[in-house]
């Protein structure tokens, strides 16, 4: 056997929950020691290699004419998101042809436009294993020498199963009939852009699909990041390739010190974490009515703002900016009132935050039913709610002094599992087995 570094490839879906979450596993093995390159799509240039990482980047289409790609970092998803925001209004069932459909054909489009180049940047990194964190298949990765570990880092419906609700539908637990009803719909819904995407994939060299999946598992190794507390793994156990990360928190976030404008406050006054995700603050009219509502609370807040962040001025009560470095503001904070990302959900379970969910779309109302029905935080509707709901909801929330004490236990137990290091433990042992090989 041999003790040499090995090489490293991630290839994460562009948005900013999966690209943060393989920061936090990178950073890892390449504290290790071993060569961490990402191919990253071209939004991300210049802001992985400060971190360490060597950076190849992959457009997912073509820029417009007239532009050369390089005009604004995240106008791929910014752009789809504004002109389908109506969509996130809509119940989850009838999101599955609005918006879920479209979805998966924009990732297929962005697939299909950028494998010469995927297998481009294989060829030239050699990567001892291939780290994909995605929700469609490229077939560049399923089919190079070195082998490939999927990570789920969408809510763990993602791994369907007979005994759990379906994916996307935010639906409960214990209200299995109207599950079929929503299952039917997906499959009208997707079953010709599955047949088509199938016939490229088999096309490009891979396998076939599984029946109405997007992407294969790993044979090698899976890996997915939920909090045992919140898995479905009664109900949906996964087979021995399946390993869960308990939560994988990045360390890479920059200090953050809390504005004493915020940090001062009355007796009775909790400090508060406001971020609908980047894609999510986007929605100028949303944000304008939660700083209306959270403006006129005793509270404090701190805002993450997003790419509309000009758009719109928060309350006395808050501060905030178009980023701020969530992994170290959600352990000061008593609270999260969050869109239901799979990475904030899974952060505030690791800090033992409890949450006020207001799904928009994909698996956020997944995450938003989950904490609701395990009692960790509130679902509001998230254009329908009263003022009297948000306030009830923040003053339950808050003064749940059992709730509180049961979150700290499951932080310090999920805290305790070192999920980044169980990751990274995995990765590593899939690369070191094929370096080995060769």
Partial sequence: MTDRPLTILFWPESAYGPTNQCIGLGKVLLDRGHRVVFA???????????????????????PPEGET??????????????????????????????????????????????????REIIARVQPDVIVEDNVVCFPATVTADSPFVRIVSCNPLEMKGAGVAPTFSGYAQDDPGSWPAF????????RATWEAFNEFVVGAGAPALPDLEFIHDSAHANLYVYPQEADYTT??????????????VRTTDEPYEIPAAVADRPEGSALIYLSLGSL??????????????????????????????????LADNMVGAEFVPQTRIIPEVDLVITHGGNNTTTESLHFGKPMILLPLFWDQYDNAQR???????????????????????????????????????????????????????????VARAYADSR
């Fill in 40 to 62: 990253a799509e071209s939004s991300w240039k210049g802001r992985l290699a400060p971190l360490g990482f060597e950076e190849e980047l992959v457009d997912l289409a073509a």
């Fill in 183 to 190: 299952r039917d719909e997906y499959e009208r819904t997707h």
């Fill in 280 to 313: 999510g603050s986007a929605d100028v009219a949303l944000m304008k009515r939660l700083i209306d509502v959270l403006g006129r609370t005793p509270h404090r807040f701190i805002v993450s703002k997003g790419p509309q962040h000009a758009e719109y001025e």
């Fill in 235 to 248: 109900e949906r156990p996964l087979d021995g390739t399946w390993t869960r990360m308990d939560s994988s």
């Fill in 69 to 118: 790609g390089d005009e604004d970092a995240g106008a791929f998803w910014k752009d789809f998101i504004r002109e389908t925001a109506p969509e996130f209004r809509k119940p989850t069932i009838e999101q599955l042809s609005t918006f879920i459909q479209p979805t998966f054909q924009a990732l297929i489009d962005g697939a299909v436009y950028c494998e010469p180049r995927l």
């Fill in 371 to 429: 904490m609701h029905e395990l009692g960790f935080g509130r679902r509001l509707a998230t254009y329908a709610f009263t003022d009297e709901e948000m306030t009830d909801a923040l003053d339950a929330l808050l003064g749940d002094d059992d709730l509180r004490s049961r979150m700290a236990a499951m932080s310090r137990r999920i805290q305790s599992a070192n999920g980044t290091q169980v990751g990274a433990d995995v990765i590593e042992r």
